[in-house]
Structures are given as C-alpha cells and as structure tokens.
Nanobody, 122 residues
Framework: VQLQASGGGLVQNGGSLRLSCAAS???????????MGWYRQGSGKEREFVAS???????AYTNSVKGRFTISMDNAKNTAHLQMNDLQSGDTDVYYC??????????????WGQGTLVTVSS
C-alpha cells in the first residue's frame, strides 16, 4: 500500500487549499480502507491529529480546525481530500496523510504518505 499526498502550497491568511491523498495497492477481496486521516507537524513539534474519516463517513476534527476544514473520502477512488478554508498562520505545517487498512484475514495496518507543505503567509 502506498499513499500519494498532494495539494500543499503557499497561501495568504484567509485563503484556501485542498489536500488530496490517493492510496494504491488496495484490492477488493484482499484489503480495504477503514479510515483515512490527516496529521500535521511543524519544525520541532510532535505530529498532531487534524482530521479523519471512516469508510462509513464518520468524521473527526481537532478543535482548532472545526468549521474551517472539511475531510471527505471517495471510496471508489481510495482518495481522501482535506478542504482547508480560512487558513491562518498557525496552520503552517507539513501535512501527512495516513490510512488504516483492514486485510482479508482481519489484520489491521496503518500507512503514512509523504508530507506536503502548507505555508500560510500573513
């Protein structure tokens, strides 16, 4: 299983960006995605949870992004998106996507994508 994250960039305060995370190596009958999520990490800081979504559509957000960020998942394309609106300087970080995968033998594994940098300028 591999993840490809994209969509980071430079945006001004109050602007918007849309991050995408595409998973490959998912095959019906072999494995399936249980959850997809986004985390972020700044220099010298621990990686922190941002948002997640289950295959059934249940979502969760860290308090600081509620009302500004929206996570969605396209089950058919094994892709998750993070729509980020009203970005603030405090959102500047490297964003990482992660997925939880359930295999046919019921084992569960997590995978991480490469980071994508989001920079919000004032």
């Amino acid at each position: 299983v591999q993840l490809q994250a994209s969509g980071g960039g430079l945006v001004q305060n109050g602007g918007s960006l849309r991050l995408s995370c595409a998973a490959s190596g998912i095959s019906s009958g072999i494995n399936r995605i249980d959850t997809m999520g986004w985390y972020r990490q700044g220099s010298g800081k621990e990686r922190e949870f941002v948002a997640s979504i289950t295959s059934g559509g249940a979502t969760a957000y860290t308090n600081s992004v509620k009302g500004r960020f929206t996570i969605s998942m396209d089950n058919a394309k094994n892709t998750a998106h993070l729509q980020m609106n009203d970005l603030q300087s405090g959102d500047t970080d490297v964003y990482y996507c992660s997925i939880g995968v359930r295999s046919a033998d019921s084992s569960w594994s997590s995978y991480w994508g490469q980071g994508t940098l989001v920079t919000v300028s004032s």
